[in-house]
């Protein structure tokens, strides 16, 4: 709207100024023609003006640095609940067939290789005869040990001290027949049954004996072994395992067929 009000007023003004210089004496026209030429240019030059401002000066405005959060952060806390949580549980499952063992990774922990069932090594403490243990996980969660004695290659490791005895808290049996009573069982009633044998017998401290000519003689003993008050159960996981056992008050007999 400006700019044709400027049009129309600068045409009206050169319209004015033609009309002077036609009708004006003649010595006097190049006087107006100067004029009409100085106020061209003069119109020109205000009407150009705004445009020839000087821009304003610019001041760049710098924004704080947003420091975004690493998105490791959450899934490091994750896995570490996780490994915290894999911890606690392979601690009861030791303690319940060795109450002052410990522990450590023998390496870093890997917690995908953990997830996907692979075997990972742990070094023990207090457990007997044992110094490693393999830890695997199943499919639902689940979690097994088997342990190891690895001796090193410049001679047999020191036995470890017997085992104290079981304290009064409860005790898991499972995870102890799991852990320890397996193993020493199998063993020992695969040779017995190899020379003509279908029982024998445990008693109270956990040693394992057989009947010769009305004597007890004793073939293994059971490391941390329940004691008394658990042989209800005992006899109860064994049954599990094949096996037939009767408790009394003195002692678990054990007998299979041959």
Same mark, same amino acid.
Not at 96 to 109: G, H, M, N, V
């Given at each position: 709207m400006k700019k044709s009000k400027s049009m129309l007023f600068f045409r009206a003004v050169v319209a004015i100024l033609l009309v002077i210089t036609l009708f004006a004496p003649i010595q006097n026209q190049a006087l107006v023609l100067? *004029? =009409?030429? /100085?106020? =061209?240019?003069?119109?020109? /030059?205000? +009407?150009?003006?705004? @445009? &020839?401002?000087?821009?304003?000066? =610019? *001041?760049?405005?710098?924004?704080?640095?947003?420091? %975004?959060?690493?998105?490791?952060? #959450?899934?490091?806390?994750? @896995?570490? %609940?996780? &490994?915290?949580? &894999?911890?606690?549980?392979?601690?009861?499952?030791?303690?319940?067939?060795? #109450?002052? %063992?410990?522990?450590?990774?023998?390496? @870093?922990?890997?917690?995908?290789?953990?997830?996907?069932?692979?075997?990972? @090594?742990? +070094?023990?403490?207090?457990?007997?005869?044992?110094?490693?243990?393999?830890?695997?996980?199943?499919a639902h969660g689940s979690i097994q040990l088997q342990l190891l004695r690895l001796e090193p290659l410049h001679g047999p490791s020191a036995k470890g001290a017997p085992g104290k005895e079981q304290p009064s808290e409860t005790v898991d049996c499972s995870s102890w027949?799991?852990?320890?009573?397996?193993?020493?069982?199998?063993?020992?009633?695969?040779?017995?049954? %190899?020379?003509?044998?279908? +029982?024998?017998?445990?008693?109270?401290?956990?040693?394992?004996?057989? *009947?010769?000519?009305?004597?007890?003689?004793?073939?293994?003993?059971l490391q941390n072994f329940p004691g008394k008050a658990y042989f209800e159960e005992l006899a109860a996981i064994l049954e599990e395992n094949e096996l037939q056992a009767t408790a009394n008050e003195q002692t678990l007999v054990l007998s299979w067929n041959q």
């Open positions: 100067g *004029i =009409i030429v /100085f106020g =061209i240019l003069g119109t020109v /030059f205000l +009407s150009m003006l705004p @445009r &020839l401002s000087l821009p304003k000066r =610019i *001041i760049p405005v710098i924004k704080p640095k947003k420091y %975004a959060k690493s998105s490791k952060e #959450p899934e490091d806390n994750i @896995r570490l %609940a996780l &490994l915290c949580q &894999l911890s606690h549980r392979v601690t009861e499952k030791l303690h319940s067939a060795y #109450p002052d %063992a410990t522990w450590d990774w023998e390496k @870093r922990p890997d917690l995908d290789r953990i997830l996907d069932g692979k075997t990972t @090594r742990l +070094s023990i403490f207090h457990t007997g005869e044992f110094t490693h243990a393999e830890m695997t996980m199943d027949y799991e852990l320890v009573g397996s193993s020493v069982l199998m063993n020992l009633i695969t040779d017995l049954n %190899a020379r003509g044998y279908s +029982s024998l017998s445990i008693n109270d401290k956990g040693d394992l004996f057989i *009947i010769e000519d009305g004597n007890p003689i004793v073939k293994d003993t």
